[in-house]
């Protein structure tokens, strides 16, 4: 069974950029779309991006477009989000999640994953 482990959040200053990483422990993403979620104090989960790890695919939220980029190193079986432009709005947990199989419409879904990580903080200071 795929576990998903993330790293790389932390406290910036606005304006200022992260990245963080989701890494497979226990086998491969092949055949997974692997995204991030985001949840503030007090809001529901949403979708931040998502990438098919066969075709490279990439699935934006809208508000997020050309500050954030998702990319993957298959080799290193690991995603990456780098995160420019941050804004104290963007601090919350960020989620790494991964399923297989998932149809276009079905990625920006919470629920259509299976797998999900334990989350790593980010704080956007203004």
């Known amino acids: 069974q795929v576990q998903l482990v993330e790293s790389g959040g932390g406290l910036v200053t606005a304006g200022g950029s992260l990245k963080l990483s989701c890494a497979a422990s226990?086998?491969?993403?092949?055949?997974?779309?692997v995204g991030w979620f985001r949840q503030a104090p007090g809001k529901e989960r949403e979708f931040v991006a998502a990438?098919?790890?066969?075709?490279?695919?990439?699935y934006y939220a809208d508000s997020l477009k050309g500050r954030f980029t998702i990319s993957r190193d298959t080799a290193k079986n690991t995603q990456y989000l780098q995160m420019d432009s941050l804004k104290p709005e963007d601090t919350a947990l960020y989620y790494c999640?991964?399923?297989?199989?998932?149809?276009?419409?079905?990625?920006?879904?919470?629920?259509?994953?299976?797998?999900w990580g334990q989350g790593t903080q980010v704080t956007v200071s203004s």
């Open positions: 226990g086998g491969t993403f092949s055949t997974y779309v």
């Open positions: 999640a991964a399923s297989r199989n998932l149809y276009s419409g079905s990625v920006y879904n919470a629920r259509s994953y299976a797998l």
């Open positions: 990438i098919t790890w066969s075709a490279g695919r990439t």
